[in-house]
């Protein structure tokens, strides 16, 4: 599912302190998802449980987010169809034209949180491309809903009604629903109190099991890229000094690694102090910044198509002027792939050895390969080869990590992500950037 178009279209217009750390172990997404409640996961959302553990007490909490990786030979020959599509079709059309995007690797983290009081569990995808918290309402009757859990009004004594409708169109996906109000538990040390979010009437097939099995979204964003005028959770929990830090870190594995991840709210990893890199937000609606170029290995060629032309003309701007100038970059855990324009992405394959079209690259050239050099807010950040290639031991195919969309916006799905330690700086609109340890 790919939850970034929000992200797009907005960016072209223009907790008591505490620490709370969301890991993962390793045990594959279908095994938890089974487990984790047993006879809970259709209708109703179960009551949730979050007892006081050492680690709250001592400001640190770890909530797991767990990998959905549906890698299977019908996803990857439909992701080629769909590569193949949007490269033709691009090549034919105006870069002007946003053209949609479908994430048909069916690749995501999701966690849990809690709602209402007492808390009914839902599992949602923790999501810096969007602003909006929204999980499946009792009364929605599309297929969807009555396969996830629902939110029961009925049953949360805290809940209240805003009387407000919300719509909101994603990449391939859209859902309709209220507006309410009530408590979020991210933890029983993260509270939000009175939190907007949204209970929907309508899910488009989009949400459908087997391929969604997330029950909603936890949107990260700030209050700028919300839907329905609601604040964003981050800035209630910035409002609210809900944080010991006024921040949170991302921490994603791959699945040839520990296979999950964790988000840590209010503190991040002090062992990445000293090799964090801190680059500038640029708007108000998500993590993005300026990005100025692609370079392989050590040569001077620059694959950002156009970056050359515009970093020549900024070079007498001021940073503002330079900013607004730039090309942008999102940093977005809701994305399976990496997004850009498909002139830069048709060479970046061509240099490499991969068909333009298809993605796809002869597993006996990884060895050769050498790094993709991303540089974000005037720094760069690399990819290893077998961090930009795909590589499926079990079919024996490789295949880019990579989609086209359109020259304005590049995002920096979870493959960027996966290799990076990512911290975002809810108060001071900054981003922290490190090479992942293994």
Same mark, same amino acid.
């Given at each position: 599912?790919?939850?970034?178009?929000?992200?797009?279209l907005?960016?072209?217009?223009?907790?008591?302190?505490?620490?709370?750390?969301?890991?993962?172990d390793?045990?594959s997404?279908?095994?938890?998802q089974?487990?984790?409640? /047993?006879?809970e996961?259709?209708?109703?959302?179960?009551? %949730?449980?979050?007892?006081?553990?050492p680690?709250?007490?001592?400001?640190?909490f770890k909530?797991?987010? =767990?990998?959905?990786?549906?890698?299977?030979?019908?996803?990857?020959r439909?992701d080629?169809?769909?590569? $193949?599509?949007?490269?033709?079709n691009l090549a034919?059309s105006?870069?002007?034209n946003?053209?949609?995007?479908?994430?048909v690797?069916?690749?995501?983290?999701y966690?849990?949180?809690?709602?209402?009081n007492?808390?009914?569990?839902?599992?949602?995808?923790?999501?810096?491309?969007s $602003?909006?918290?929204?999980?499946?309402?009792?009364?929605?009757?599309?297929s969807?809903?009555?396969?996830?859990?629902?939110?029961?009004?009925?049953?949360?004594?805290t809940f209240?009604?805003?009387s407000?409708?919300i719509?909101i169109?994603?990449?391939?996906?859209?859902?309709?629903?209220?507006?309410?109000?009530?408590?979020?538990?991210?933890?029983?040390?993260?509270v939000?109190?009175n939190?907007?979010?949204a209970?929907?009437?309508?899910?488009?097939?989009?949400?459908?099991?087997?391929r969604?099995q997330?029950?909603g979204?936890?949107?990260?964003?700030?209050?700028?890229?919300?839907?329905g005028?609601v604040?964003?959770?981050?800035d209630t929990m910035l409002?609210?000094?809900i944080?010991?830090?006024?921040?949170?870190?991302?921490?994603? =594995?791959?699945?040839s690694?520990?296979?999950?991840?964790?988000?840590?709210?209010?503190?991040?990893?002090?062992?990445?102090?000293?090799?964090?890199?801190?680059?500038?937000?640029?708007g108000?609606?998500?993590?993005?910044?300026t %990005?100025?170029g692609?370079?392989?290995?050590d /040569?001077s060629?620059?694959?950002?198509?156009g970056?050359?032309k515009i970093?020549?003309?900024?070079?007498?701007? $001021?940073?503002q002027?330079?900013?607004?100038?730039?090309?942008?970059?999102?940093l977005?855990t809701g994305?399976?792939?990496?997004y850009?324009?498909p002139?830069?992405?048709?060479a970046m394959s061509?240099?490499?050895?991969a068909?333009?079209?298809?993605?796809?690259?002869?597993c006996s050239?990884?060895a $050769?390969?050498?790094?993709?050099?991303f540089?974000l807010g005037?720094?760069?950040?690399?990819m290893q080869?077998?961090?930009?290639?795909?590589?499926?031991?079990?079919?024996?195919?490789?295949e880019?990590q990579?989609?086209?969309?359109?020259?304005?916006?590049?995002?920096?799905?979870i493959?960027?992500?996966?290799?990076?330690?990512?911290v975002?700086n809810?108060?001071?609109?900054?981003i922290?950037?490190?090479?992942?340890a293994?």
């Open positions: 599912m790919k939850l970034v178009t929000v992200a797009l907005a960016l072209m217009r223009s907790v008591v302190c505490a620490t709370i750390n969301i890991p993962v390793g045990a997404a279908d095994v938890l089974d487990s984790m409640v /047993e006879g996961h259709v209708g109703k959302g179960s009551n %949730m449980h979050l007892p006081i553990t680690d709250d007490v001592q400001g640190s909530v797991p987010l =767990y990998l959905k990786n549906g890698l299977d030979p019908e996803s990857r439909k080629r169809l769909e590569r $193949s599509r949007k490269m033709k034919e105006s870069l002007n946003i053209a949609p995007l479908t994430n690797r069916d690749y995501y983290y966690g849990y949180i809690g709602v209402g007492p808390p009914q569990k839902f599992s949602v995808i923790f999501d810096t491309g $602003s909006n918290i929204w999980v499946p309402g009792e009364a929605c009757r599309s969807a809903c009555v396969a996830h859990r629902r939110f029961s009004k009925d049953r949360s004594s209240l009604p805003k407000q409708k719509e169109q994603y990449g391939t996906g859209f859902i309709a629903g209220e507006i309410g109000l009530d408590t979020v538990q991210v933890s029983s040390a993260v939000l109190r939190q907007s979010f209970l929907t009437s309508l899910e488009d097939k989009t949400f459908d099991l087997p969604s997330f029950d979204l936890f949107g990260l964003g700030f209050t700028g890229g919300a839907e005028g604040e964003a959770p981050v409002r609210e000094n944080l010991q830090e006024p921040l949170f870190a991302v921490k994603l =594995y791959s699945s690694n520990k296979g999950n991840g964790e988000i840590t709210f209010g503190s991040y990893d002090k062992n990445y102090s000293d090799k964090l890199s801190w680059l500038d937000v640029y108000d609606y998500f993590w993005a910044t %990005m100025e692609i370079f392989y290995g /040569e060629i620059n694959y950002l198509y970056a050359d970093n020549n003309l900024t070079s007498s701007m $001021s940073p002027e330079k900013a607004r100038a730039s090309r942008k970059a999102l977005d994305s399976s792939l990496i850009g324009d002139f830069s992405l048709a061509i240099r490499i050895g068909d333009p079209t298809s993605g796809e690259i002869p050239a990884l $050769s390969l050498k790094p993709f050099h540089v005037g720094k760069p950040f690399t080869p077998n961090e930009y290639i795909y590589h499926d031991e079990a079919s024996g195919t490789c880019v990579w989609m086209p969309v359109s020259e304005y916006l590049w995002v920096m799905g493959p960027f992500l996966q290799s990076h330690y990512s975002y809810i108060k001071d609109r900054k922290g950037l490190a090479r992942a293994n």
